[in-house]
């Protein structure tokens, strides 16, 4: 059984139990951070056999950045310390709401919650592939019948949100294996997609003119505007810890179908109707990724330390220039690409 030490301060309608297994010798440690931030509760174990002890912090979601930091900065050199973070479904009794304090959060998830669901999501395995596969099968037959249902189907398969979001992120915290990992996993995706695509208008040749396939031949400034809202949708949802469904669907939306179109297009022999495929895609990835950014910084995710900060900082200003730039040239072809097929 737990020793329970109550410090309760007060309530909060959304938190989350610190679980930090350290030395015995650090627990006066944990027990200052704790009280330093006035978290809701504290308890610990006794010591065991190896030395250690378990602490937990019953901690409000707008203070748990600050609480992980403090624990991380005072027990990071120690090698037998794990930080653990539990969630909490109820407590009873009830508490009480703030609703002015309510409304001033401004982040749910931590940077460390974040970051493990987001990089989970952007791992390249058979898994990722076999979604990919199916979901650009679905979106094919969906879009050649011209079945918004079926299509509609398909977005909910893929699974695109992750690497886009992870290459947000990655280039927010400065990590450059993650962004590798992210945008990897986004290239070999999305030409599984088109290939996959194309092998399916080679070997059931029919007539591709739905309005479903040929509303994705070209680009008009409200697909990017979609585009925008959903990167940007993604990223609150799992900086507040709203369910991600939806918004994947978005994300499919101005990703999977037009990487199934440019297959389609291909395999069918009409490659100028696949260009146009293709810049709708392209516009689509960078507008997703710099809203995604955007939302990022927005939300105050920051990496932890001064050096890493440092480094951050570099990634995030090279990151916004360069989806900026290449959104202005996009939009600039897109412009002249449409000036050039009305003088047809």
Not at 128 to 145: K, N, P, Q
Not at 244 to 263: E, F, N, Q, R
């Amino acid at each position: 059984m737990l020793a329970i030490e109550t410090l309760f301060r007060g309530a909060a309608t959304a938190m989350k139990i610190i679980e930090v297994t350290a030395l015995a010798e650090n627990c006066e440690t944990i027990v200052g951070i704790a009280e330093h931030f006035e978290v809701l509760d504290f308890w610990r174990s006794k010591e065991d056999h190896s030395g250690r002890c378990v602490s937990r912090l019953l901690v409000q979601d707008e203070k748990r950045q600050e609480v992980m930091d403090a624990l991380q900065g005072a027990l990071s050199k120690q090698e037998q310390t794990h930080i653990v973070v539990i969630p909490v479904d109820a407590v009873l009794p009830r508490p009480e709401v703030d609703e002015k304090e309510q409304q001033d959060k401004r982040m749910k998830a931590t940077r460390e919650e974040l970051y493990n669901d987001v990089s989970r999501g952007a791992q390249l395995d058979g898994n990722y592939l076999l979604l990919v596969f199916l979901s650009t099968i679905v979106a094919a037959i969906g879009l050649i019948e011209d079945n918004v249902a079926v299509v509609i189907g398909a977005m909910v398969i893929a699974p695109l949100l992750g690497p886009n979001i992870a290459l947000a992120l990655g280039s927010t915290l400065g990590d450059t294996p993650l962004m590798g990992t992210a945008l990897r996993t986004m290239v070999v995706g999305l030409s599984f997609a088109v290939l996959s695509a194309f092998a399916i208008a080679t070997i059931w040749p029919l007539e591709l003119t739905s309005h479903e396939l040929m509303s994705r031949t070209y680009v008009k400034l409200d697909s990017i505007a979609l585009a925008l809202a959903s990167g940007a949708a993604a990223v609150l949802s799992l900086t507040t810890g709203l369910s991600s469904v939806l918004v994947g669907v978005m994300v499919a939306v101005a990703l999977l179908p037009p990487a199934a179109t440019i297959g389609l297009m291909l395999g069918a022999g009409n490659s100028q109707l696949a260009e146009g495929a293709a810049l709708l895609l392209a516009a689509n990835i960078v507008s997703v990724n710099l809203s995604a950014k955007l939302v990022l910084l927005y939300r105050g995710i920051r990496p932890r330390t001064w050096v890493e900060k440092k480094k951050a900082k570099q990634s995030m200003i090279l990151s916004l220039l360069f989806w900026l730039i290449s959104l202005a040239i996009l939009i600039a072809i897109i412009y002249a690409r449409g000036e050039q097929l009305l003088g047809q």
